[in-house]
């Protein structure tokens, strides 16, 4: 005989969204898009007995496979949520030399981290302003040869800092 499924406990899974916050002029100068991401960021936060808010972990193809939308409009959404300031990421995606790739970690500032005991958030979204954004963290290039074998510089991305080098070698007279 199977189980009873009436008998069975359903769990939810349910995460809120303050009016407090999306009242805020950062969150109205947010994309629809990003709007729907943030909820969806915010359900993989286990609460406060579980806090790993600074380690929360999405990547582009799971936002992009859950909201209908393609990679590009889910890393473009991405982005907004950390230019108004509703997301910080605090470790960068990275490919390991075995292919193997991690998706970035965020913080989400609405939500107090779990080293910050009594404290709320960051709350960096009530500090934005028009023309005002918080940097972006953009996922490194792992084709330095362009596409098709085209070469292209691809360092605009990376955080580090590029010092080039000329040296000049003697003109034979």
């Given amino acids: ?22 009242e805020m002029p950062a969150w109205r100068a947010l994309s629809p898009v990003a709007q729907a991401l943030y909820p969806w960021l915010k359900l993989e ?12 972990s999405l990547s582009v193809r799971q936002a992009a496979e859950r909201l209908g ?5 889910a890393a ?3 982005h907004e949520l950390q230019a108004k300031g509703f997301i910080v990421v605090t470790k ?20 107090s981290l779990p080293t910050a005991h ?19 963290v953009k996922a490194p290039i792992h084709n330095p040869n362009g596409v098709n074998g085209k070469t292209k510089p691809c360092l605009k991305n990376c955080d580090k800092t590029i ?6 070698t003697p003109e034979a007279n």
Wanted: zero cysteines; hydrophobic letters at 30%; aromatic letters at 10%.
């Fill in 76 to 78: 473009k959404a991405f």
């Fill in 118 to 136: 009594g404290e709320s958030g960051r709350r960096l979204y009530k500090k934005w302003s028009e023309g005002a954004d918080f940097p972006v």
């Fill in 163 to 168: 010092v080039e080098f000329a040296s000049k």
């Fill in 1 to 22: 005989m199977g189980r009873d499924k009436k008998n069975e406990k359903r769990v939810e899974h349910w995460t809120k969204l303050v009016r407090n916050m999306m």
């Fill in 45 to 56: 936060w286990r609460g406060p007995n579980n806090n790993n808010n600074g380690k929360i």
């Fill in 69 to 73: 939308v393609s990679s590009n409009t």
């Fill in 92 to 111: 960068p995606p990275k490919l390991g030399m075995s292919g193997v790739a991690s998706s970035p970690q965020f913080e989400l500032t609405e939500i």
